[in-house]
Each structure stands twice: as structure tokens, then as C-alpha cells.
């Protein structure tokens, strides 16, 4: 009887317009004829470039791949719109007073760093137990609650003032909402905003450089994945001996060597000194492959994700 081994792993799409997040995974599921398919992060319909797409057991990873996120906008200033971009019905129009680049740059960097940020409303954030988006359509002025994000760099690009656009590279942290972002912006600039173009061109590791066009899957042009090992190499692992992978396999712990581990940035030890803990290990089975993942406290191995390689 053949063994059939479940594709795992990552694959990196260019969303184009008009496409939404959930219809690129449905389409996929096709092409791989698998149920188990999902996304690293929602990019809105008219929003293009990176979407992280874990294939198998390779979603249950997607929360520990590099959460940083890199996009290219345009804000259109002197408009604001129910959506926070040109999707939703236009709430007010402004005059977009005269600005100059440095008046532009000095607001940019009150963004920068750790601040709180409100959800459109649009959006697929829960209030009172229910998406607000649903609420929204059927007419509630819905208030979403703030959340912490950060912003690690926002670097004006070009300036138009007699259409009032200006375009932006954006830095941040998984879970910003950049039609958030340029509403905040042009509010803080005194005339309003609303996103008007939007690309993402880094996520969770990936650049666009990497992505595929959905469209090449469908021509049954398959990419090679990338693999779980090449995704999370920012993480510390550990390389399992084989009692220690018979242990890994029922579930069970075990003592910590050290001289079986690559330890990265997340090491950590604390106050009095004694006590260590590398957190999130990637674990390598004997035959090179990813085993799971792994957290270690008081040198011991306790898994938290664990997998079955080559099978």
C-alpha cells in the first residue's frame, strides 16, 4: 500500500487586488487537495503582496515564524470614509492645508514606537462577542476596543500636495491596522485620511521576492515549500537523540543538554542566576527534520507542538 506523506510547510503568495485572504487558502486547498491550509495574517481585498500560507501541519507553526511586518502605502488626505480607506462611503472632505515634508515628518514620528491603536470598524475584531464588521453592516456605530502595537519605522517616500497623497514605508508589529494608521495620521495632520493603495512586502520572514502569483498554482506549476526548518531558523533548537525522540513522540519530557543546543536571542536567564529558560525551541528530529516546538524551564524539554516527520 503507498504511503502518502502530507505536504508541510510554507508558501509564500502575491496576493493580487480584489482577491481576498480566505478566497487565496480556499483556492489552494484546491490546488493541494488538503482541508488543513492557513494564513499568516489577513491582507483586506484591494490590499496586494505577501500572504504566508501554511500547507499541513506547517499551520500549527505559522504563530512562531518572525512577526514583523513591512508594507508600502498611500494615504489620501482631506477624506474620510467609514472603511478608513476608498472602499467605505466617504464621511466628510477636507482641505488639505499646505505642508511641507518636515512638517509631514515631524507627525510621522510621534508614531513610531509602542502606542495604542482602535480598529476600524470594518474589521474582523470581536465586540460584545461578534465580529464588528457584522455589527457595522447592519447600521451600529460600532466602537472597537484600542489594542498595543508597535511601529518600528514609517519613512515618508514622496509628497503630493495638490492631490494631498503621500506614500510611506511602514515597519511594524503583527496585528497593525494600516487603514488605522493612515485614519490616525491624517486626523493628527488636521484634515483626516483614509488609505488609498497598499502592498505588503514583508512578512513573517518572507520579502516579495519570494511570493508566487496564485495564478502560476492553478496552471499546475507547483513551487517547492519551504520547509519548517527554513522558516523558524530565528528560533534556538535542539537536536533530539533517539531515546530523546522516542520521549518527544508520546508527549513526555526531558532533561535539557545543553550540548545538543543552538541557542539564539531568546535565551534568557533570570534575576538570581539560577533558573534559565530558552523559550520556543525548534526541535530536530535524529533524521534533520522538525520535530515540533518546545519550551525549556528548569532544564527540562517540555513539548508543546510536536510532529511527525516523514510521515
Same mark, same amino acid.
Given at each position: 500500500?503507498?504511503?502518502?506523506?502530507?505536504?508541510?510547510?510554507?508558501?509564500? $503568495?502575491?496576493?493580487?487586488?480584489?482577491?481576498?485572504?480566505?478566497?487565496?487558502?480556499?483556492?489552494?486547498?484546491?490546488?493541494?487537495?488538503?482541508?488543513?491550509?492557513?494564513?499568516?495574517?489577513?491582507?483586506? !481585498?484591494?490590499?496586494?503582496?505577501?500572504?504566508?500560507?501554511?500547507?499541513? =501541519?506547517?499551520?500549527?507553526?505559522?504563530?512562531?515564524?518572525p512577526q514583523k511586518k513591512s508594507y508600502a502605502g498611500e494615504i489620501q488626505l482631506g477624506q474620510v470614509t467609514t472603511t478608513d480607506d476608498l472602499r467605505g462611503e466617504i464621511i466628510s472632505n477636507a482641505t488639505v492645508?499646505?505642508?511641507?515634508?518636515?512638517?509631514?515628518? +515631524?507627525?510621522?514620528?510621534?508614531? $513610531?514606537?509602542?502606542?495604542?491603536?482602535?480598529? !476600524?470598524?470594518? /474589521?474582523?475584531?470581536h465586540v460584545n462577542g461578534e465580529r464588528s464588521y457584522i455589527r457595522a453592516r447592519r447600521g451600529e456605530n460600532v466602537i472597537t476596543p484600542t489594542?498595543? $502595537?508597535?511601529?518600528?519605522?514609517?519613512?515618508?517616500?514622496?509628497?503630493?500636495?495638490?492631490?494631498?497623497?503621500?506614500?510611506?514605508?511602514?515597519?511594524?508589529? /503583527?496585528?497593525?491596522?494600516?487603514?488605522?494608521?493612515?485614519?490616525?495620521?491624517?486626523?493628527?495632520?488636521?484634515?483626516?485620511?483614509?488609505?488609498?493603495?497598499?502592498?505588503?512586502?514583508?512578512?513573517?520572514?518572507?520579502?516579495?521576492?519570494?511570493?508566487?502569483?496564485?495564478?502560476?498554482?492553478? +496552471?499546475?506549476?507547483?513551487?517547492?515549500?519551504?520547509? =519548517?526548518?527554513?522558516?523558524?531558523?530565528?528560533?534556538?533548537?535542539?537536536?533530539?537523540?533517539?531515546?530523546?525522540?522516542?520521549?518527544?513522540?508520546?508527549?513526555?519530557?526531558?532533561?535539557?543538554?545543553?550540548?545538543?543546543?543552538?541557542?539564539?536571542?531568546?535565551?534568557?536567564?533570570?534575576?538570581?542566576?539560577?533558573?534559565?529558560?530558552?523559550?520556543?525551541?525548534?526541535?530536530?528530529?535524529?533524521?534533520?527534520?522538525?520535530?515540533?516546538?518546545?519550551?525549556? +524551564?528548569?532544564?527540562?524539554?517540555?513539548? +508543546?507542538?510536536?510532529?511527525?516527520?516523514?510521515?
Amino acid at each position: 500500500m503507498m504511503n502518502l506523506v502530507m505536504p508541510c510547510g510554507f508558501l509564500i $503568495i502575491n496576493k493580487v487586488a480584489g482577491c481576498s485572504s480566505h478566497q487565496c487558502v480556499d483556492r489552494i486547498r484546491q490546488v493541494y487537495k488538503l482541508k488543513r491550509v492557513g494564513h499568516g495574517g489577513t491582507l483586506d !481585498p484591494d490590499a496586494t503582496g505577501v500572504l504566508t500560507v501554511g500547507i499541513g =501541519p506547517a499551520t500549527r507553526l505559522l504563530p512562531y515564524l518572525p512577526q514583523k511586518k513591512s508594507y508600502a502605502g498611500e494615504i489620501q488626505l482631506g477624506q474620510v470614509t467609514t472603511t478608513d480607506d476608498l472602499r467605505g462611503e466617504i464621511i466628510s472632505n477636507a482641505t488639505v492645508p499646505q505642508l511641507n515634508v518636515y512638517e509631514i515628518q +515631524k507627525v510621522l514620528s510621534k508614531f $513610531i514606537g509602542v502606542i495604542q491603536q482602535q480598529p !476600524p470598524q470594518i /474589521s474582523a475584531v470581536h465586540v460584545n462577542g461578534e465580529r464588528s464588521y457584522i455589527r457595522a453592516r447592519r447600521g451600529e456605530n460600532v466602537i472597537t476596543p484600542t489594542k498595543v $502595537i508597535r511601529i518600528y519605522g514609517l519613512d515618508l517616500k514622496h509628497w503630493e500636495q495638490h492631490t494631498g497623497r503621500l506614500r510611506l514605508n511602514i515597519s511594524c508589529s /503583527s496585528g497593525t491596522y494600516i487603514r488605522s494608521l493612515a485614519r490616525d495620521i491624517g486626523k493628527v495632520l488636521g484634515c483626516g485620511g483614509c488609505l488609498s493603495w497598499l502592498q505588503r512586502t514583508e512578512a513573517q520572514g518572507f520579502h516579495l521576492d519570494h511570493a508566487v502569483f496564485l495564478d502560476t498554482l492553478t +496552471k499546475g506549476i507547483l513551487p517547492k515549500l519551504v520547509t =519548517p526548518t527554513q522558516a523558524l531558523q530565528h528560533l534556538s533548537s535542539y537536536d533530539l537523540t533517539e531515546d530523546e525522540y522516542r520521549a518527544w513522540k508520546s508527549g513526555r519530557t526531558f532533561p535539557f543538554l545543553v550540548q545538543h543546543a543552538k541557542i539564539n536571542h531568546v535565551y534568557r536567564r533570570s534575576q538570581d542566576n539560577d533558573m534559565k529558560f530558552y523559550l520556543d525551541l525548534m526541535i530536530i528530529a535524529p533524521n534533520d527534520e522538525m520535530a515540533g516546538i518546545a519550551f525549556m +524551564k528548569d532544564d527540562i524539554v517540555h513539548p +508543546k507542538i510536536v510532529l511527525s516527520p516523514g510521515k
